[in-house]
């Protein structure tokens, strides 16, 4: 599970670099490959939140660690939140108002990044260590029946 994570936020992370250099051109630039990015970005997104509710925050919530359950909790929020927006900025940055209003739409966009790096951030710092426990929780062996032959053979 947290490999997958740790793949995930580096696919995200490229895709991030491969927007953000299309987005320097001082009067504007070529919509496609921006339009291509931001929807590779919108199903990678998708899939990511998608994948992260049903298996990461859903091991933390069933946990009963109290840290994981709060983390996990104020993390996925942030995720939805984050989500929420790129929506909103892709509703908002249609091609034809990219290319009338590209200074703002560069802004926008470069904001947009930062928050997504800085939700990856945050996962990575507060996350990871939270998952790495639970799986050295899931490989602890786990103590023997009274009378099992197993015991009695150890």
Not at 16 to 32: H, Q, S, Y
Not at 130 to 138: G, K, T
């Amino acid at each position: 599970m947290l490999q997958r994570l740790k793949t995930e936020h580096r696919q995200i992370l490229r895709i991030m670099e491969r927007i953000e250099t299309t987005l320097f051109p001082a009067n504007g630039a070529d919509v496609v490959p921006i339009g291509e990015a931001r929807w590779e970005t919108e199903y990678m997104l998708r899939d990511h939140f998608a994948f992260k509710d049903a298996f990461v925050f859903r091991v933390l919530a069933r946990s009963g660690r109290p840290k994981a359950v709060v983390t996990g909790r104020r993390l996925q929020a942030a995720g939805a939140t984050i989500r929420q927006a790129y929506r909103n900025h892709l509703a908002r940055w249609g091609p034809a108002d990219m290319q009338t209003n590209w200074a703002a739409y560069r802004a926008a966009s470069l904001d947009m990044i930062q928050q997504l790096r800085d939700l990856i951030e945050l996962e990575k710092a507060e996350l990871y260590p939270i998952l790495e426990s639970e799986a050295a929780v899931e490989r602890i062996p786990q103590a023997s029946f009274f009378g099992s032959r197993v015991a009695a053979a150890g």
